[in-house]
Each structure stands twice: as C-alpha cells, then as structure tokens.
C-alpha cells in the first residue's frame, strides 16, 4: 500500500528530449508538491498543487510544466531537457492544515540527462 | 533566504554513542521538522516541533529550539547501525512551503 508513489524511478535520456515523471498518492491529501534533489543532497521545492490549484512556483526554468488533474495526482513534464537537469526528482503530498503538517514523500525518480 | 542549514555536513560515531546534529536558519518559522533519508529513498518525518516549543522528545529522539538563536537540534541517543542515513531539518514559515537544508550524512559504525 504505497502512499505515495511516483513513476518511473529511473529515467536515461539524451539531451533535447521530452520526459514526463508521474505521481500517485492514496493519503487523501489536499496538497502536493515536486522537490529537486541535486548531487549535493540538497533539496529545493519546485512547485505545489493545493486542490488542483498551483499555490508555489519558485523559479524554475519553464521548460518544467507541472499539472494536476486532480489532487491524488501530480505530474511534472520536462521539455528540451539539459545536462543541469540531471537530478532525483522527490514528489511529496500533505494535508494543508493537518495536525502534524508533514510531508510524506515518494521513493523519487533518478533523472539522467545524457 | 529561509533555508536551513544543518551542521555538521557529516558525522561518524561509534554505535551506542550519542549524535547530535544542528540546524540554523534565517527567518521567522511556524515550525521546524527533521526527516531522515536513507540511500536512494525518499525523506521520511521525524519530528515536529513550533515555535512555541522548546524541546521534544519520540523515542531516541530528542529535538530542541531556539527561536532566538534561530537554531535546532536533534539528538539520537543510543545509536544503532539502521540510524546511518542522512538528516534534514525543514524550516516553514506560512508560505505553505518546506524549505529543507543539506543535511547531514550520519555514519554509524559497528
């Protein structure tokens, strides 16, 4: 009973491609958000869905569109893609307003830009 | 910027010794949060604690706050080889986000 699970978990692609990464989860959450980590470990938020609505877009080069067609999903779809963009990408749920205001993370999606 | 940052970036013990970790930030929070991740998993929650609080404890586990210093810890107490992992702490501060900082790579030794 995976909560949150995100596909696929790993991904080889030539620059200049197109990839999607896909995210499921089955909390019953109302928020979910897409977070980079880079080589370094270090963890930066991209965006955020509340109730299918974008609520955070930090600065993140357009060519990473994020949608959400509902709030048990949120998809992250990566045009023209760069060596930079070579990362683990971590998808991350919540409820806004829950007692604990924990996020509950996927296992990621190793991205490798060739 | 609201990130944290956790010092030190990597620490090495002996199973059975104490490890503590710090956290320092920048901003004002509503609440502070360690998670814990190990090799190519996903973060999982620690601990929570607000700005009101200044210590908690869940198991092993025993976190402080020092709004005034804008600073965290978190101590493990007893540790165990399954403790190696790295250890974020996560800063929010009413803009619905969690900004996480670099973490710090735990090695426990046998």
């Known amino acids: 009973d995976t909560a949150v699970s995100q596909t696929p978990k790993y991904l080889v692609t030539q ?32 965006f955020s869905y509340n109730n299918k609505e974008l609520i955070i877009n930090e600065t993140v080069p357009n060519r990473f569109s994020p949608k959400s067609p509902d709030k048990a999903h949120l998809n992250l779809h990566i ?35 060739l | 910027s609201q990130q944290g940052e956790e010092d030190p970036q990597a620490l090495s013990i002996q199973e059975g010794e104490n490890a503590t970790m710090n956290c320092s ?31 908690k404890h869940s198991g ?26 790295s250890y974020f702490c996560a800063t929010e501060a009413g803009a619905q986000k969690l900004v996480f900082g670099q973490g710090t790579r735990l090695t426990i030794n046998p």
């Open chain 1, 15 to 46: 620059m200049g491609n197109d990839k999607s990464i896909k995210c499921e989860q089955n909390l019953g959450h109302d928020t979910m958000y897409w977070y980079k980590q880079d080589s370094k470990k270090f963890l930066k938020i991209m």
């Open chain 1, 79 to 113: 045009n023209s893609l760069e060596l930079g963009d070579s990362a683990v990408y971590f998808c991350a749920s919540r409820q806004l307003g829950g007692s604990t205001g924990e996020l509950f993370f996927g296992e990621g999606s190793r991205l490798t830009v």
């Open chain 2, 25 to 55: 930030y920048k901003t004002s929070i509503n609440n502070l949060q360690w998670y814990r991740q190990n090799s190519g998993r996903g973060l999982v929650h620690l601990i929570l604690i607000r700005s009101n609080e200044r210590e």
């Open chain 2, 60 to 85: 092993r586990l025993r976190v402080t706050l020092d709004t005034s210093k804008k600073s965290s810890s978190l101590l493990i107490t007893a540790s165990r080889a399954a403790d190696t992992a």
